[in-house]
T-cell receptor, first 114, second 115 residues
């Protein structure tokens, strides 16, 4: 069975602080894919990144970076110099190769205070 | 612009009534999905369809029904058999090639309230 755990239910920081959202996953599949989505107050989920299980290279996109470590089954997301517009609920998700189904974590509500 | 539309954004119904939520996409995606989101929880899969005229149950299909008569459309009916229908419903779509690898794109959601 697959499972995604986002232990941090809510995080609140002051603008310009760095913040890391944790994601731990469980799967028996050797090939799988990990995703991060952002859900702003409007409700629509926005795709941020996909990472393949065979590619552990970290990725940076502007103020966003992702750290994938198979040894600890983690796929953490860091926002550098946070801004108020980063306030949202962030979801980590997992799917196996050949599976049509995404398994979501419970989400982390991130609040950036001015 | 390409995307997914869901209507209406807010829907109110009396208990015992069936209600149909609309989902349309113009992304030319083969696969479509319906999720339910409850406060403070992640998304749970209700139904998905990989191709026209075919669909499969997700984790919480009881009390729901779907149809996939056209590639662009995947309506969800919340029946009176669904014990706790009040929730936020999200529709998504993706390419069907290399299943599992493809990111899903989401609509804006429909917030259903049943009293």
């Amino acid at each position: 069975a697959q499972k995604v755990t986002q232990a941090q239910t809510e995080i609140s920081v002051v603008e310009k602080e760095d913040v890391t959202l944790d994601c731990v996953y469980e799967t028996r599949d050797t090939t799988y894919y990990l995703f991060w989505y952002k859900q702003p107050p409007s409700g629509e989920l926005v795709f941020l990144i996909r990472r393949n299980s065979f590619d552990e290279q970290n990725e940076i996109s502007g103020r966003y970076s992702w750290n994938f470590q198979k040894s600890t089954s983690s796929f953490n997301f860091t926002i550098t110099a946070s801004q108020v517009v980063d306030s949202a609920v962030y979801f980590c998700a997992l799917s196996a190769q050949g599976a049509q189904k995404l398994v979501f974590g419970q989400g982390t509500r991130l609040t950036i205070n001015p | 612009d390409g995307g997914i539309t869901q209507s209406p954004k807010y829907l109110f119904r009396k208990e015992g009534q069936n209600v149909t939520l609309s989902c349309e996409q113009n992304l030319n995606h083969d696969a479509m999905y319906w999720y339910r989101q409850d406060p403070g929880q992640g998304l749970r899969l209700i139904y998905y369809s990989q191709i026209v005229n075919d669909f499969q149950k997700g984790d919480i299909a009881e009390g729901y029904s779907v149809s996939r008569e056209k590639k662009e459309s995947f309506p969800l009916t919340v029946t009176s058999a669904q014990k706790n229908p009040t929730a936020f419903y999200l529709c998504a779509s993706s390419h069907n090639r290399l299943a599992g690898r493809n990111e899903q794109y989401f609509g804006p959601g429909t917030r259903l309230t049943v009293t």
